[in-house]
């Protein structure tokens, strides 16, 4: 644990434990920095530490104070945990399109969404490089950036690598239309119709439905809401049912927004070389970290090239480009000849107006104002779920991304909420899109990518309501 972790830990047992409590004024930075001899940046981390988990809140030219719900202070849902990991056909297409084509309406208040606002794009920006580059475009550039892609793009890819300290070299990456794209290909490259796939459990529906679509089957893992997949059931899983490779979030899990430590990431890639089992790594909220640091991928851990990383510039930077990548170590050119027999290239245009816009600057700018209002977001949504629904509710309090976890009080189905959401003009996204076994049906993942204002603060109240009543109906 880092030293401001250590000093949080400690400042919010002091508020569980009631020595602090509702309403009551932290220690200015100064003083806390002076008796519990750490640095002031120090401390800072630390109170902005609490105040992104909802414990504490600023109060503008006044300081720090205990937040009005500590008596509700977010906990987190526990995992599911079974000791039989069970290999499942997978059949949840119906239910995850019916899901995401009732919340694609407009004018619904898009909770389920996967999407943050597009508003928190710099899109004229964008624009602006995309008119440069397509007036200026070498006609031949869209022969030359057939797969594996434009080479200043990858080299401009590979620089971030190489700035995270992370060895990549810009001949190992292979540019795809989005991130799924980039999924998808690593799965084809590594499995047949009927082998087995190792996924974590509660898990993005879109691995639900490529494992379905290419008629291979799934071997679900539980997952910590907080410290993401259990390594000993998952090396249970591997000797038991020989999956032919996993797929893994490992920096803000969606739906969970769960982090693997950097130990654990080491372990995770000694046992899949240990194994020979390759890891598709999906990691598209790693730069949405509220940390420090970006924190790093497997990948960086990875020595025989057993990872294959998997990334893209929607959720960080350009919505609807649809401009992925993989680096994917020894399965490079098997997924660049995939790529070129499946899509043949990503769109030029977009290719070439990404680079053009990572070459002028202004990326890291642009991500830091990006997780400062994901942030924001995130302290006043949990302090809305705090509010507005019922005891019994437990929610997760990821450190990144822009999903919140939420287990309801027994005996509330989040279909049923979803159901009722959508007639009051608000989507969720429900636990059972997530998961290809009959689990997680009283949980629902909440987007709060969204810019706070008073409607989405309405839909939380509503939300609330619906899920109190559904939860009196039970206790009947
Ligand atoms: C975990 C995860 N991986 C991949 C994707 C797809 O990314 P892209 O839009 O770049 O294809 C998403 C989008 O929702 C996601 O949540």
Same mark, same amino acid.
């Given at each position: #644990?880092?030293?401001?972790?250590?000093?949080?830990?400690?400042?919010?047992?002091?508020?569980?434990?009631?020595?602090?409590?509702?309403?009551?004024?932290?220690?200015?930075?100064?003083?806390?920095?002076?008796?519990?001899?750490?640095?002031?940046?120090?401390?800072?981390?630390?109170?902005?530490?609490?105040?992104?988990?909802?414990? @504490?809140?600023?109060?503008?030219?006044?300081?720090?104070?205990?937040?009005?719900? *500590?008596?509700?202070?977010?906990?987190?849902?526990?995992?599911?945990?079974?000791?039989?990991?069970?290999?499942?056909?997978?059949?949840?297409? %119906?239910?995850?399109?019916?899901?995401?084509?009732? @919340?694609?309406? +407009?004018?619904?208040?898009?909770?389920?969404?996967?999407?943050?606002?597009?508003?928190?794009?710099?899109?004229?920006?964008? =624009?602006?490089?995309?008119?440069?580059?397509?007036?200026? #475009?070498?006609?031949?550039?869209?022969?030359?950036?057939?797969?594996?892609?434009?080479?200043?793009?990858?080299?401009?890819?590979?620089?971030?690598?190489?700035?995270?300290?992370?060895?990549?070299?810009?001949?190992? @990456?292979?540019?795809?239309?989005?991130?799924?794209?980039?999924?998808?290909?690593?799965? #084809?490259?590594?499995?047949?119709?009927?082998?087995?796939?190792?996924?974590?459990?509660?898990?993005?529906?879109?691995?639900?439905?490529?494992?379905?679509?290419?008629?291979?089957?799934?071997?679900?893992?539980?997952?910590?809401?907080?410290?993401?997949?259990?390594?000993?059931?998952?090396?249970?899983?591997?000797?038991?049912?020989?999956?032919?490779?996993?797929?893994?979030? *490992?920096?803000?899990?969606?739906?969970? =927004?769960?982090?693997?430590?950097?130990?654990?990431?080491?372990?995770?890639?000694?046992?899949?070389?240990?194994?020979?089992?390759?890891?598709?790594?999906?990691?598209?909220?790693?730069?949405?970290?509220?940390?420090?640091?970006?924190?790093?991928?497997?990948?960086?851990?990875?020595?025989?090239?057993?990872? #294959?990383?998997?990334?893209?510039?929607?959720?960080?930077?350009?919505?609807?480009?649809?401009? =992925?990548?993989?680096?994917?170590?020894?399965?490079?050119?098997?997924?660049?000849?995939? !790529?070129?027999?499946?899509?043949?290239?990503?769109?030029?245009?977009?290719?070439?107006?990404?680079?053009?816009?990572?070459? !002028?600057?202004?990326?890291?700018?642009?991500?830091?104002?990006?997780?400062?209002?994901?942030?924001?977001?995130?302290? +006043?949504?949990?302090?809305?779920?705090?509010?507005?629904?019922?005891?019994? *509710?437990?929610?997760?309090?990821?450190?990144?991304?822009?999903?919140?976890?939420?287990?309801?009080?027994?005996?509330?189905?989040?279909?049923?909420?979803?159901?009722?959401?959508?007639?009051?003009?608000?989507?969720?996204?429900?636990?059972?899109?997530?998961?290809?076994?009959?689990?997680?049906?009283?949980?629902?993942?909440?987007?709060?990518?969204?810019?706070?204002?008073?409607?989405? %603060?309405?839909?939380?109240?509503?939300?609330?309501?619906?899920?109190?009543?559904?939860?009196?109906?039970?206790?009947?």
């Amino acid at each position: #644990m880092k030293l401001y972790e250590t000093l949080a830990e400690s400042i919010a047992q002091s508020i569980q434990s009631g020595i602090l409590r509702r309403g009551d004024k932290l220690p200015s930075v100064r003083q806390t920095s002076v008796s519990r001899k750490v640095s002031p940046s120090t401390v800072f981390q630390a109170y902005y530490l609490l105040e992104a988990r909802g414990i @504490i809140s600023a109060r503008e030219r006044s300081g720090y104070y205990v937040a009005a719900q *500590t008596s509700d202070i977010p906990l987190i849902p526990e995992p599911i945990i079974s000791d039989d990991v069970e290999v499942a056909q997978v059949d949840v297409s %119906e239910l995850v399109f019916d899901v995401l084509e009732s @919340i694609k309406e +407009k004018n619904v208040i898009p909770l389920g969404s996967a999407f943050p606002s597009p508003l928190l794009f710099p899109l004229d920006k964008l =624009g602006r490089s995309m008119a440069s580059v397509a007036r200026t #475009m070498n006609p031949w550039a869209s022969v030359d950036n057939l797969s594996p892609g434009d080479a200043d793009l990858r080299r401009q890819i590979a620089l971030r690598y190489m700035i995270d300290d992370i060895s990549v070299s810009q001949d190992e @990456i292979v540019i795809t239309n989005g991130a799924l794209e980039a999924l998808n290909l690593c799965l #084809m490259a590594t499995t047949r119709p009927g082998d087995t796939v190792l996924i974590e459990s509660p898990t993005f529906y879109a691995a639900l439905q490529s494992i379905e679509r290419l008629g291979l089957k799934a071997v679900e893992v539980p997952s910590h809401p907080k410290e993401g997949v259990d390594l000993v059931a998952m090396a249970r899983a591997i000797e038991m049912h020989h999956p032919k490779v996993c797929w893994l979030m *490992t920096n803000f899990q969606n739906p969970l =927004g769960s982090l693997l430590s950097d130990e654990k990431k080491k372990s995770l890639v000694e046992l899949i070389t240990q194994y020979k089992l390759p890891l598709i790594e999906d990691d598209v909220y790693g730069e949405l970290y509220f940390g420090k640091n970006r924190p790093a991928p497997a990948k960086s851990f990875d020595r025989e090239g057993w990872v #294959m990383h998997c990334a893209s510039f929607s959720k960080c930077l350009a919505p609807g480009y649809r401009v =992925g990548w993989v680096a994917s170590g020894c399965f490079s050119k098997s997924i660049a000849r995939l !790529k070129l027999t499946t899509t043949i290239s990503a769109s030029v245009p977009a290719q070439l107006a990404i680079a053009s816009y990572l070459q !002028k600057g202004g990326y890291d700018k642009h991500l830091r104002n990006l997780r400062h209002s994901l942030l924001v977001n995130q302290i +006043k949504f949990i302090e809305a779920v705090n509010l507005y629904f019922p005891a019994g *509710t437990r929610l997760t309090t990821p450190q990144g991304g822009y999903f919140l976890w939420i287990k309801l009080p027994d005996g509330v189905s989040s279909l049923q909420v979803h159901k009722e959401a959508l007639s009051n003009g608000i989507s969720i996204a429900p636990g059972a899109i997530f998961t290809s076994l009959k689990n997680y049906d009283n949980y629902i993942r909440l987007n709060y990518g969204h810019i706070w204002n008073s409607h989405i %603060e309405s839909a939380i109240n509503v939300l609330g309501g619906i899920v109190k009543n559904l939860s009196q109906q039970h206790a009947i």
